[in-house]
């Protein structure tokens, strides 16, 4: 006897691609959302109770939008183009525009100029993006007046860019500070750090959280062009 045909299993979907469909179905009527409170907030008077709603109903909107963006940058990973970068090139085309994002919202940058002669192995764009992540979250982590520190130097690792902020990791897990959706995580799904972790190991390097002495830091690991030479 035959046996009866059995029904087709349905192709195996992808988590990027539930990701793009989640992503694609919640941009649209977001960006209704968003316009619409932007009309009401241009018809509001300023210093006005319905302009500051408005101000924190779009701030929100613009936490969610981030956050789909960050999922859908999570399951594409970068595909980098690392090559020689001078630290103090690459510190001086970014050095205005990270004064301007961090200082805009209350907080100071110090920037420790890195010595002339240091290089990197890494994407310039790639990079860039890793920092102003970091500084994002540096931000976010610290009170206003707060002082938040870049710098970069050799050390036997390789390269060290360094970010440091007021405020300590003794209470989370540091290990998995930067796994994206961990329970214990204070703030966040933790999608930003993961995305710089992935960003910084196509590049061959990698990233590191330390806490200690009322301070935190955040280190992006990155190769000398001679250790990427003896690979």
Known sequence: MSRPPQPAHPAQVGLDEIVEAIAHSIRNPLAGAVLRLEALRHGAEPGSGERDACDSALESLGRIARCIDGLVELTHPPSAAPRALSMGAFFGAHRAGWRASVERRGRTLRIAEPDP???????????????????????????????????????????ALKITNPGDLRDCDRSAAATPFRPA????????????????RSMGGGLELRGGDARTTATLRLRAPSAEAAR
């Open 117 to 159: 002669g240091l290089v990197a192995y890494a994407d310039d764009a790639l990079l860039s993006a890793s920092v102003d992540r970091l500084l994002d979250n540096a931000v976010e982590a610290t009170a206003f007046d707060a002082t938040i520190t870049i710098a970069a130097c050799a050390d036997e690792q390789g390269i």
């Open 185 to 200: 995580k204070a703030r966040g799904l933790g999608i930003g750090l993961a995305i710089v972790r992935n960003a910084l």
